[in-house]
Each structure stands twice: as C-alpha cells, then as structure tokens.
C-alpha cells in the first residue's frame, strides 16, 4: 500500500465517523456509536501507520511540521476515543474526528517537508521531547474538555432542557476531570521547562528564547488558573479565557516557530 494512500483513507475513515456522530447528535436514540467507534478505530490505525511511515525513515526521524502535526492529532484522537469508551464526551467527538480528518487531508495533500534527528543518540532529547509532547495533549485535551463544561454550565444556568439521547456527564465530574487533566499536563510542561533550561546547552538560543518564553508564559497561565480555582473558586468565563489563552501561548510556542521556518521561510 503506497504512502499517499494510508492518510486518505485515514481520511475517509474520520470523515464518516465525523458525519456518523454529527447527524445523530441530539437523537433519541443518540449516535450510532458501533459505526463511529468502528470508523474512528479504522481512521487512527490508517493513521498511525501512515504517520510511522512518514517519521521514521532510513536516514533518521522526519520531525517535520506536518509529521509533528499528525502525531499530535493522532495522540488526542487516540486518547479521546479512549476516553468516550468509559466517558460521555461526544459532543467533543465531531470536533476531534474533523480536525483529524483536516489533518490527514493535509498530509495526503501537501508536499511533505524534512526536518531530521537522531534520538538514537540521544534518549535523554528523546525522553525530553515525549514529555513535552504528553503535556501538550493533556492542556490540549483539558482545553477541549473546558468547552464541554462550559456548556453543560451554560445549559444549566438558562434552565433549558438538553435534548433526548444527549448524554453528558455531571458538571461536577466533568470540570473535576477537567483540572485533574490540567494539574498532570502542567507539571509535566514544568518539568520539561526545568529539565530544557538545566541539560539543554542551547536552551537560551536565538532560535529556541521565543518558543521557551511562550511555553513559560503558557505554564505560568495554566498555574495561576490551577491556584486561583483552589483557592479562589475560579471557573466560568475567567477559567475559559485563560485556559484558551494559554494553550494559544503553547500551541504558538510549539509550532509557530516551525511555521515560519518550515513554510515561510521556505517560499522566500
């Protein structure tokens, strides 16, 4: 099977499940979870597969942007489907399902760039960048969750019924699950943080300042937050705004530097 094809019909795979949950939403009934677990199971191993392909080549691995991309989306795919098995998230389940199905499009589509390493020599780089990586799903992933709270606020405070066959968890639960999901991916970005700063030489690089700066300032955000929920009793708008903003912060700090250099720059 060539390597052009996987990412498309990961693709088809996560467009159905998409249109599987989206259509029945609100139904009585609810979605018709075998169809979607089965197109969404089918989508992340095409993608997992393709994405293999792609980072792990003969002359090292490809941690080029759309690699990085793809295994991130992959990551929370993964893990959200995961967690609809035991947890009633589906109203995140189009969201998640459509950007990988974007995603994979992308990969199929655009031309794929080069930006190798050799981790081989280097776990301790290695083992630094898979936990950067883990906290950036988790916020991520904490992030999405904080939409679903959101509207399980909202809904209740304006008194309105949910529609028949919508399942949501307990507001309780689901922002409890919420900051417990905060709170590990935080000290996992704190450690990463602490770890780039003691053992990385170049940690204070022109080309890396910007990128810790912005994961600093994310971390500090998402720490603030973390206080001011427990001692303060944040939540609502004011932990919406900085949960956003500070996953902004550390979606600009682990790819906007890529961005610039790996496709602007690259048309210049």
Same mark, same amino acid.
């Given at each position: 099977?060539? =390597? #052009?094809?996987?990412?498309?019909?990961?693709?088809?795979?996560?467009?159905? $499940?998409?249109?599987?949950?989206? /259509?029945?939403?609100?139904? *009585?009934?609810?979605?018709? =979870?075998?169809?979607?677990?089965?197109?969404?199971?089918?989508?992340?191993?095409?993608?997992?597969? $393709?994405?293999?392909?792609?980072?792990?080549?003969?002359?090292?691995?490809? =941690?080029?942007?759309?690699? &990085?991309? @793809?295994?991130?989306?992959?990551?929370?795919?993964?893990?959200?489907?995961?967690?609809?098995?035991?947890?009633?998230?589906?109203?995140?389940?189009? +969201?998640?399902?459509g950007f990988a199905a974007l995603v994979q499009l992308a &990969?199929?589509?655009?031309?794929?760039?080069?930006?190798?390493?050799?981790?081989?020599?280097?776990?301790?780089?290695?083992?630094?960048?898979?936990?950067?990586?883990?906290?950036? &799903?988790?916020?991520?992933?904490?992030?999405?969750?904080?939409?679903?709270?959101?509207?399980?606020?909202?809904?209740?405070? /304006?008194?309105?019924?949910?529609?028949?066959?919508?399942?949501?968890?307990?507001?309780?639960?689901?922002? *409890?699950? !919420?900051?417990?999901?905060?709170? $590990?991916?935080?000290?996992?970005?704190?450690?990463?943080?602490?770890?780039?700063? +003691?053992?990385?030489?170049?940690?204070?690089?022109?080309?890396?300042?910007?990128?810790?700066?912005? @994961?600093?300032?994310?971390?500090?955000? =998402?720490?603030?937050?973390?206080?001011?929920?427990?001692?303060?009793?944040?939540?609502?708008?004011? *932990?919406? $705004?900085?949960?956003?903003?500070? @996953?902004? !912060?550390?979606?600009? #700090?682990?790819?906007?530097?890529?961005?610039?250099?790996?496709?602007?720059?690259?048309?210049?």
């Amino acid at each position: 099977m060539s =390597f #052009a094809l996987l990412p498309m019909l990961a693709f088809l795979c996560y467009l159905t $499940a998409t249109v599987a949950v989206s /259509q029945r939403l609100y139904h *009585a009934d609810g979605p018709r =979870f075998k169809l979607v677990f089965s197109a969404a199971t089918a989508g992340i191993v095409l993608h997992m597969l $393709a994405l293999s392909q792609a980072m792990f080549t003969a002359d090292g691995q490809n =941690f080029s942007l759309l690699n &990085v991309s @793809s295994m991130v989306c992959w990551l929370i795919t993964l893990s959200l489907t995961l967690t609809a098995l035991r947890t009633p998230i589906t109203l995140l389940l189009p +969201i998640v399902y459509g950007f990988a199905a974007l995603v994979q499009l992308a &990969v199929g589509l655009l031309p794929a760039g080069a930006q190798v390493q050799h981790f081989e020599h280097d776990p301790w780089l290695l083992l630094h960048v898979v936990v950067a990586f883990i906290a950036y &799903v988790m916020l991520i992933m904490a992030t999405l969750y904080s939409f679903q709270v959101s509207y399980i606020s909202q809904r209740l405070k /304006q008194k309105t019924p949910l529609q028949p066959g919508t399942v949501f968890p307990p507001l309780m639960q689901a922002e *409890a699950l !919420l900051f417990r999901l905060m709170l $590990a991916g935080t000290v996992l970005l704190g450690l990463t943080l602490f770890s780039g700063a +003691i053992f990385t030489a170049d940690w204070l690089a022109k080309h890396n300042i910007h990128k810790n700066v912005l @994961s600093l300032m994310a971390f500090l955000l =998402f720490s603030l937050l973390l206080v001011g929920h427990a001692r303060l009793g944040w939540r609502g708008r004011v *932990a919406n $705004a900085l949960t956003i903003s500070a @996953s902004l !912060l550390l979606t600009l #700090a682990y790819f906007g530097s890529r961005f610039v250099r790996e496709v602007l720059l690259e048309r210049l």
